[in-house]
């Protein structure tokens, strides 16, 4: 009698772990369940807010487009700025946009025209604050701003937190810095290879190019410092372009 009270309760034991498991499986799954749906809910909307966004700042773009048309036909400063002047909370940065994307491929006076009209509007003031900014995001749009302006009142702030950016970051930086062109902060671009990956040299060398003959002993330091990041052909390509900058820069 007492072995089959221990049989009994020994299977009402494992029938009552086995009703334990299946409700937690069941449990586990309608929770997965609506996490999943959670989740695709959430892609959704935030697709949809996306599309509608870009919808947004397409229609209001065109509201600013006709300024870039005013500073290619060269008419009055004054006309311009209130061209770009925002019109609503929220343009500033449709503004910038607009001036950012034209100022890529202008040169000349249409460059120094949005330049001043930059100033004017207060959007270099704004992307130098953003350089102190805790976000990520915040601080390489800020850079790669300033960079494409061409703002030479940019330089501290950039070499500022250029030590303690993340590689990527440090890439937008010096990106940015070369973009601006003092031939001062070359000195800064060896530095950083220190800390760069080998891989990323040679496109180091490229962006220091862009200070034309005034980068060629760098880059000759650079090459010397972290000769095994450099190929044969690469090192040659270099040391030929700054050769050709030099040259450029000695004929009357």
Not at 58 to 68: E, M, Q, S
Not at 120 to 142: F, I, M
């Amino acid at each position: 009698m007492e072995k089959w009270n221990e049989q009994f309760l020994k299977l009402s034991l494992k029938a009552t772990e086995g009703r334990l498991s299946f409700n937690f499986v069941i449990a586990t799954s309608i929770v997965l369940f609506w996490i999943a749906f959670a989740l695709f809910v959430f892609t959704i909307l935030f697709r949809t807010y996306q599309y509608f966004q870009s919808r947004y700042r397409a229609g209001r773009r065109k509201l600013y487009d006709p300024a870039i048309e005013k500073v290619l036909m060269e008419e009055p400063l004054e006309d311009v700025i209130a061209a770009l002047r925002p019109r609503r909370w929220g343009d500033e940065s449709v503004v910038q946009e607009v001036m950012v994307d034209n100022m890529r491929h202008l040169k000349g006076p249409p460059f120094v025209t949005l330049c001043t009209a930059a100033h004017r509007l207060g959007l270099v003031e704004r992307n130098l604050a953003g350089l102190k900014s805790r976000a990520k995001l915040r601080r390489g749009t800020a850079m790669e701003v300033l960079g494409v302006m061409r703002a030479p009142q940019a330089v501290v702030g950039i070499l500022a937190i250029l030590d303690r950016e993340p590689m990527d970051m440090k890439l937008v930086a010096l990106r940015a810095l070369a973009a601006i062109g003092n031939p001062a902060t070359l000195p800064y671009f060896v530095k950083a290879a220190d800390r760069l990956s080998p891989a990323m040299l040679p496109r180091l060398a490229s962006l220091m190019l862009e200070f034309g003959p005034a980068s060629g002993p760098r880059i000759k330091e650079l090459i010397d410092r972290h000769r095994l990041a450099f190929p044969p052909r690469v090192m040659k390509e270099l040391l030929q372009e700054t050769a050709t900058d030099a040259l450029r820069e000695k004929k009357p």
